[in-house]
């Protein structure tokens, strides 16, 4: 028979137990919440067309999107990236599909292999990928301007300026998709150039 202050014993283990894992809870969601709270202030300063430091706060959130909290996550992305920068679709693809298969909630995971499905000429999979990455992160101006230059070699020009506008809505400091608005804007009015 097991006495008393072994009970005791036991009951303030159970409970000092749970009191950490309570603890740990609410520190990760404390965490978490100031992850939002950041990304929320930087995702302010972008869209802000007059603020002089917009590019600190856009190099911010690249970085943000870029921590998946995984070493061996980060590896593969770094190898998709590295093979997409030498030309080596293929293996980007297989790097990043990789990725997306283990880390499926990843966003940039997804955003990558999209961007080597567009560069090798593959529109249909880049879509799918591109509607991954606006699920998990619906703020990723990356993909919309993405997806407005695939809507563009279309032909859906209505829709690639939509995607154009929404994308410089939340980051109207990108000259190249700016430019390209205001190409489709004066085609589709019938204004010459």
Same mark, same amino acid.
Not at 29 to 57: K, V
Not at 152 to 175: C, M, T, V, Y
């Given at each position: 028979?097991?006495?008393?202050?072994?009970?005791?014993?036991?009951?303030?283990?159970?409970?000092?137990?749970?009191?950490?894992?309570?603890?740990?809870?609410?520190?990760?969601? !404390?965490?978490?919440?100031?992850?939002?709270?950041?990304?929320?202030?930087?995702?302010?300063?972008?869209?802000?067309?007059?603020?002089?430091?917009?590019?600190?706060?856009?190099?911010?959130?690249? !970085?943000?999107?870029?921590?998946?909290?995984?070493?061996?996550?980060?590896?593969?992305?770094?190898?998709?990236?590295?093979?997409?920068?030498?030309?080596?679709?293929? !293996? +980007?693809?297989?790097?990043?599909?990789?990725?997306?298969? #283990?880390?499926?909630?990843?966003?940039?995971?997804?955003?990558?292999? +999209?961007?080597?499905?567009?560069?090798?000429?593959?529109?249909?999979?880049?879509?799918?990928?591109?509607?991954?990455?606006? +699920?998990?992160?619906?703020?990723?101006?990356?993909?919309?301007?993405?997806?407005?230059?695939?809507? #563009?070699?279309?032909?859906?020009?209505?829709?690639?300026?939509?995607?154009?506008?929404?994308?410089?809505?939340?980051?109207?400091?990108?000259?190249?998709?700016?430019?390209?608005?205001?190409?489709?804007?004066?085609?589709?009015?019938?204004?010459?150039?």
């Amino acid at each position: 028979m097991l006495s008393l202050s072994h009970y005791r014993k036991h009951i303030v283990a159970s409970l000092w137990g749970a009191v950490m894992a309570i603890f740990l809870l609410d520190s990760a969601f !404390a965490q978490q919440e100031s992850h939002e709270a950041l990304m929320n202030r930087l995702f302010t300063e972008l869209a802000d067309p007059a603020n002089p430091g917009w590019e600190r706060a856009q190099n911010q959130i690249l !970085a943000e999107w870029e921590k998946s909290g995984s070493p061996a996550f980060d590896l593969l992305l770094k190898r998709g990236q590295e093979a997409m920068e030498a030309g080596d679709f293929d !293996a +980007a693809i297989e790097h990043l599909t990789a990725l997306t298969d #283990q880390a499926p909630e990843f966003a940039e995971g997804w955003n990558a292999r +999209a961007t080597a499905f567009f560069l090798e000429g593959r529109f249909g999979p880049s879509v799918s990928d591109i509607e991954h990455v606006l +699920a998990l992160e619906p703020r990723h101006f990356g993909a919309i301007s993405g997806l407005g230059l695939i809507l #563009q070699e279309l032909g859906r020009k209505e829709q690639a300026l939509k995607a154009f506008r929404a994308s410089l809505a939340i980051h109207p400091h990108q000259d190249g998709i700016s430019q390209a608005a205001e190409a489709l804007e004066q085609e589709l009015s019938g204004t010459e150039l």
